[in-house]
């Protein structure tokens, strides 16, 4: 009880509800969803891509599960595409981020890309596509996960690491497409032990501290990450996401599937939405949990909410220490 108050108190965020199957792809090319991301422009759409293998395309899908649209970027190469993330562009712009930062072996010595075009509505050309390679400081990792930040338009990059924390690079506020962008090692993530089933066969714990997806929602209030297994969401004040990420967060299992690499805030910010490997792979959707009917609403701002929660943490703490303290006391009281 006193954990999960103290937990409360510092998180300030409430783990989401059972995941629902919100569709499943109808379309056989999208056979490896690796990224995912909701649209700004169209209702019920949201963007995929595939991780390697394919061409260098993305689809824009309903929510029905129905193709409605694909963009092929003319001279890129997918490599290794893992991820892909929304947010402005340096004159404001909404444009989409895809992360060609896939390196299982640790090999990719000349860089990472990110490529960023503009972004479509359904129906429309694609935009000009612009390419920034990012270096690591350190050494080349595999990663997964591409956040990017709905205001600051910040670009950041978590590794997948299999032993020890996961590392949180930032790129320069200013990127340079002609040029090599030194990423910044920034934070570290730690990923809490957990039983959730799924992942990949033969994955075992691994799948359940792998960092596989990411995503920032609308209102940069909220940052998460997800395993194979769990979602993680943290409360991100001042676009400052390393420090978000530091904390520890609210962790929701997810529904188990085989090889779930793609991560969204819906276009609301109300829920968020899962996807996995695999052809006809379905896309879960995760609400907060509701109010029972007639119940209050609490409509104050997660920082309002923090100090009666804190307080109340306090209160448990310093009676359980004074009952601590009595039964003690009348221990030492008795007669031999």
């Known amino acids: 009880m006193l954990l999960a108050l103290l937990t409360a108190a510092a998180v300030g965020l409430t783990p989401y509800g059972p995941g629902q199957v919100a569709f499943s792809f109808a379309d056989p090319r999208i056979a490896e969803s690796s990224g995912l991301v909701a649209s700004s422009r169209d209702d019920g759409v949201v963007f995929t891509h595939n991780d390697s293998g394919d061409a260098a395309r993305f689809f824009a899908v309903d929510r029905t599960g129905r193709t409605v649209d694909a963009w092929a970027l003319p001279g890129v190469q997918a490599r290794d595409w893992e991820d892909i993330a929304r947010g402005p562009d340096e004159?404001?712009?909404?444009?989409?981020?895809?992360?060609?930062?896939?390196?299982?072996?640790?090999?990719?010595?000349?860089?990472?890309?990110?490529?960023?075009?503009?972004?479509?509505?359904?129906?429309?050309?694609?935009?000009?596509?612009?390419?920034?390679?990012?270096?690591?400081?350190?050494q080349p990792k595999d990663a997964e996960t591409l956040l990017v930040h709905p205001r600051t338009g910040r670009l950041y990059v978590v590794s997948k690491a299999p032993l020890g924390p996961s590392v949180v690079y930032a790129a320069p506020e200013r990127l340079d497409a002609g040029g090599r962008n030194t990423l910044q090692r920034q934070?570290?993530?730690?990923?809490?032990?957990?039983?959730?089933?799924?992942?990949?066969?033969?994955?075992g714990a691994f799948g359940r501290v792998l960092v596989t997806a990411g995503d920032i929602s609308?209102?940069?209030?909220?940052?998460?990450?997800?395993?194979?297994?769990?979602?993680?969401?943290?409360?991100?004040?001042?676009?400052?996401?390393?420090?978000?990420?530091?904390?520890a967060p609210t962790v929701?299992?997810?529904?188990?599937?085989?090889?779930?690499?793609?991560?969204?805030?819906?276009?609301?910010g109300r829920s968020v939405l899962t996807s996995s490997e695999g052809s006809g792979a379905p896309v879960h959707r995760l609400s907060a949990g509701r109010q029972p009917e007639g119940a209050a609403v609490d409509t104050r701002r997660p920082r309002d909410r923090l100090l009666p929660l804190a307080l109340a943490a306090g209160g448990l703490a310093a009676a359980l220490l004074v009952a601590l303290l009595r039964g003690r006391r009348t221990r030492r009281l008795r007669p031999r």
């Open 187 to 203: 934070g570290e993530v730690e990923v809490p032990p957990s039983r959730t089933a799924g992942g990949p066969q033969g994955a």
């Open 252 to 268: 929701t299992p997810l529904p188990p599937t085989g090889q779930g690499e793609g991560l969204a805030y819906s276009r609301d």
């Open 91 to 138: 004159d404001g712009r909404s444009s989409l981020f895809l992360a060609d930062i896939g390196d299982n072996r640790g090999t990719r010595e000349g860089g990472i890309l990110v490529h960023r075009v503009p972004e479509p509505r359904v129906g429309e050309r694609l935009g000009p596509v612009v390419s920034f390679r990012l270096v690591y400081p350190d």
């Open 218 to 247: 609308p209102d940069g209030r909220r940052v998460a990450l997800r395993t194979y297994t769990d979602l993680l969401e943290w409360p991100l004040r001042d676009a400052d996401v390393p420090a978000a990420l530091g904390a």
